[in-house]
C-alpha cells in the first residue's frame, strides 16, 4: 500500500474533531476505482474514541463501505453509511492496526479501495 497521498482530491477523509489531542491523522485522498490502498499513521489515547467520516467525491457512488480488518486491541463500530469510530481498549498502549474498505463507482468505473489504519495507542 502507498504511504503517499493521491494528487487529486475525489474522496476526502473527514475527521470529526480533528483538531482535538485524542486522534491525530492527515486528510488523505484515494480513488476507489483503481483497487489500490492508503496506509495512515494514527496516534490515539487509549480508551479515547477516533471518528471518521467518509464522503463521497464529486461524480462518485458508495456502493459498500465496511471494515476489512478489525483492531485486535480495540473495538471499530460503524455507525451509520460510511462513519466509523474506533475506540483503544483502555489501559492499553502499543501497536494497533485496522482496515476499511469502500467501494464506488464513477461513471463505468468501479472497484475498491482500502485505508489501513497503523495505530499508536499512548495512555
Not at 458508495?62 to 475506540?87: C, D, I, N
Amino acid at each position: 500500500m502507498s504511504r503517499v497521498a493521491l494528487a487529486v482530491a475525489m474522496l476526502t477523509l473527514l475527521v470529526a474533531g480533528g483538531a482535538r489531542a485524542e486522534c491525530k491523522y492527515p486528510v488523505f485522498d484515494f480513488f476507489p476505482e483503481k483497487n489500490g490502498g492508503v496506509t495512515v499513521d494514527t496516534i490515539a489515547v487509549a480508551g479515547t474514541p477516533c471518528t471518521h467520516n467518509f464522503r463521497e467525491g464529486p461524480g462518485y457512488r458508495f456502493t459498500s463501505v465496511g471494515a476489512a480488518l478489525e483492531p485486535e486491541h480495540g473495538r471499530l463500530s460503524k455507525q451509520g453509511r460510511a462513519r466509523f469510530v474506533y475506540t483503544p481498549k483502555a489501559g492499553y498502549s502499543g501497536k494497533d492496526a485496522y482496515m476499511i474498505q469502500i467501494c464506488a463507482t464513477k461513471g463505468e468505473q468501479k472497484g475498491c479501495s482500502s485505508i489501513a489504519f497503523l495505530v499508536e495507542v499512548r495512555n
